[in-house]
């Protein structure tokens, strides 16, 4: 089995240990290491001349530094590329995640969580590089669900893991609503079943983190407190040493430091568990749905739904003329349930697509606990709804009954008289 070297949480190490769980490598984390101590020891520097994490030892004693170079070791060949064009693509996203991505996040992630100085020019110039960037990546992703052929690769993990740190921190909804492309993408990669088992309790930024002086100075003296020693008192008859000035950190040390210091947000609360429970029994109707027709899992919908305590949407995709490969559709309507999967206790959706390739649109009926426009209230549901026009429907008209019955049972067509093609279900 092969030993992980790295601090809690850090992004560059999630790019191995994602890369292991799509191929089955057998990894461990060294758990006793110390960032700041055990890289600085002479055994440690021995194996990693560097002295930085995340840093490798495999199962049959060899050496491995630099996250990329580990990732790329634990990949198995679908995250490498199926040909040899696609792992020349995969090589050049992973040029742009360090040399693009990583340099504008880390000018705009350190001094907003106020670990390193906030320099105004330096923020602005790297907002802009940032949104240059992001700007490519929404290009490519606008029809494409993954960076690089059909499915997930290195591309798609290194990008996202450069990118984790601002949408925790940086980028607001505001900021994200000007690259869509990007965020259904990001999310998609979130909720893939590897990334889930490494990177846990991950929620989106709502309100951007801002410089505080108090606590960067509090930071520093963390950050020199306790190395420099204390020397013994010298005899008296000696002349006293002169005092030597203090070693400035390299830049690279400087970053690592600055890297390690980043820390998840708490777990955010469900807002559901706060509302009134009411009568209506979302795992009851669910298995009910499931098991049975709609001839008799529609009525009993409407025999227990309590309009007191839940309510009914309806969604409808706002750009259908970007809308072109059937499946590229169905693959939006799969990552947005995906990345709601906290949502899903109190909640239940039919999304439909009607008509065909180039010719196409998306809506849904959704039943949720409240009142409320159910995605606003948490930032881990704020998951592609921008991208919806939402309608609150009235539980007891005719219209509404109706409206369920076609989206409950797929039949039909939608306002422009397209044909029902096909449906997916979120309980």
């Known amino acids: ?21 799509y191929s089955g490598s057998k990894v461990t984390v060294a758990a006793d290491f110390v960032f700041g101590e055990t890289n600085k020891t002479e055994g440690f520097l021995k194996k990693f001349p560097n002295g930085k994490v995340p840093a490798l030892q495999t199962a049959d004693g060899k050496f491995l530094f630099e996250s990329n170079a580990i990732a790329y070791y634990l990949s198995n060949a679908q995250l490498k590329g199926a040909s040899d064009f696609e792992k020349a693509e995969v090589l050049q996203w992973l040029e742009f995640a360090e040399n693009e991505l990583l340099p504008a996040a880390c000018a705009l992630v ?20 940032l949104k240059r960037a992001l700007g490519v990546l929404n290009a490519r992703l606008l029809e494409k669900t993954y960076l690089v052929g059909e499915r997930v690769t290195l591309a798609d993990v290194v990008c996202f893991c450069n990118l984790l740190n601002l949408y925790e921190h940086v980028l607001d909804p505001a900021f994200r609503a000007t690259v869509v492309n990007v965020n259904r993408w990001f999310l998609t990669i979130l909720n893939q079943p590897q990334v889930k088992a490494v990177v846990k309790d991950f929620t989106l930024c709502t309100k951007p983190s801002q410089f505080d002086a108090k606590k960067f100075a509090e930071y520093q003296g963390k950050a020199t407190g306790g190395q420099q020693q204390q020397q013994p008192k010298e005899k008296k008859e000696k002349p006293a040493k002169k005092e030597q000035p203090k070693k400035e950190k390299e830049p690279e040390e400087e970053m690592d430091a600055a890297e390690a210091a980043l820390s998840l947000e708490p777990k955010t609360k469900d ?18 749905y499931s098991n049975e027709d ?3 899992s529609i009525p009993y919908f409407w025999e227990k739904f309590d309009p007191e305590h839940y309510s009914i949407w309806y969604g409808e995709y706002k750009y259908p003329e970007e809308l072109t490969k059937v499946f590229m559709s169905c693959n939006l309507i799969t990552g947005m349930f995906q990345r709601l999967d906290k949502m899903r206790k109190q909640a239940f959706a039919s999304v439909c697509l009607f008509g065909e390739d180039n010719n196409s649109t998306i809506s849904g009926v ?20 921008e991208v919806y026009d939402w309608k609150k429907l009235d539980a007891k008209s005719e219209e509404t009954k109706k409206l369920v019955a076609q989206y409950f049972s797929w039949t039909g067509t939608d306002k422009a008289g397209r044909k029902f093609n096909q449906g997916k279900i979120f309980k």
């Open 366 to 385: 959704w039943v949720w606990r409240g009142q409320d426009l159910a995605f606003t209230l948490s930032p881990d549901w704020q998951v592609d709804y």
């Open 1 to 21: 089995m092969s030993t992980l070297y790295t601090y809690p949480k850090n992004f560059r190490a999630y790019k191995a240990l994602i890369a292991a769980q």
């Open 271 to 288: 807002p559901f568990d706060a509302m009134p429970k009411g009568t209506f029994n979302f795992d009851d109707f669910k298995r009910c």
């Open 110 to 129: 350190f001094p907003s969580i106020s670990i390193m100085q906030y320099n105004k020019n330096n923020f602005e110039a790297a907002k802009e590089d």
């Open 294 to 296: 709609e001839a008799k």
